[in-house]
């Protein structure tokens, strides 16, 4: 089973400031089937990134996906007050596997 | 719209069953990938089970052998029946529509909290 590792735990950040979450692959991940989740309290995750890059439905250009292999980044350009959440990355290799999640707080 | 409604979570002592419901509607359950992931409280996201368009159903190893996943097409509505329940089971379940190509998950219901405690 593939295991992601999500870093940092948590990053404090400020409105304006632009974040940057990585998650790390234990073995090769294809790119395809590389998705981010943002999830607030209390709400259902909701799908921002599939494919490792391309943002989903109403997904502001803000948020962005790169990487490849075993190394994928989310960045979110410019923080507004309302992406203060959780994020998570998941693959699908032989099974579905979710990262343990970025708590992104307000500074 | 695509809309996902849970149903059927509760409080069940170890040991015991619970059947989770997902109705869906704006889709066909029967020609998409569907899924339940479910959230321990304060917690991250863990896969539960998926069935394929072509019935073939697949579970995480913490659950294999207790739950099974199933479908209703006449009401376009998937199941998890969950058996021999722990306490490492409570969760909040979500039923989710998997994107095909991508094997993401592209719409999540609301969610259906399952306590299992004595």
């Known amino acids: 089973e593939i295991v992601l590792t999500q870093s940092p735990g948590t990053l404090s950040l400020s409105p304006g400031e632009r974040a940057t979450l990585s998650c790390r692959a234990s073995?090769?991940?294809?790119?395809?089937?590389l998705a981010w989740y943002q999830q607030k309290p209390g709400q259902a995750p909701r799908l921002l990134i599939y494919?490792?890059?391309s943002r989903a439905t109403g997904i502001p250009d803000r948020f962005s996906g790169s990487g490849s292999g075993t190394d994928f980044t989310l960045t979110i350009s410019t923080l507004e007050p309302e992406d203060f959440a959780v994020y998570y990355c998941?693959?699908?290799?032989?099974?579905?596997?979710f990262g343990q999640g970025t708590k992104l707080e307000i500074k | 719209e695509v809309q996902l409604v849970e149903s059927g979570g509760g409080l069940v002592q170890p040991g015991g069953s619970l059947r989770l419901s997902c109705a869906a509607s704006?889709?066909?359950?029967?020609?998409?990938?569907m899924s339940w992931v479910r959230q321990a409280p304060g917690k991250g996201l863990e896969w539960v089970s998926v069935i394929y368009s072509g019935g073939t159903p697949y579970y995480a190893n913490s659950v294999k052998g207790r739950f099974t996943i199933s479908r209703d097409n006449s009401k376009n509505t998937l199941y998890l029946q969950m058996n021999n329940l722990r306490a490492e089971d409570t969760a909040v379940y979500y039923c989710a529509r998997i994107m095909q190509q991508w094997l993401v998950f592209d719409y999540w219901g609301q969610g259906t909290l399952a306590t299992v405690s004595s």
């Open positions: 494919g490792a890059s």
């Open positions: 073995q090769s991940v294809s790119s395809t089937y």
């Open positions: 998941q693959q699908y290799g032989s099974s579905y596997t």
């Open positions: 704006g889709f066909t359950v029967s020609s998409n990938y």
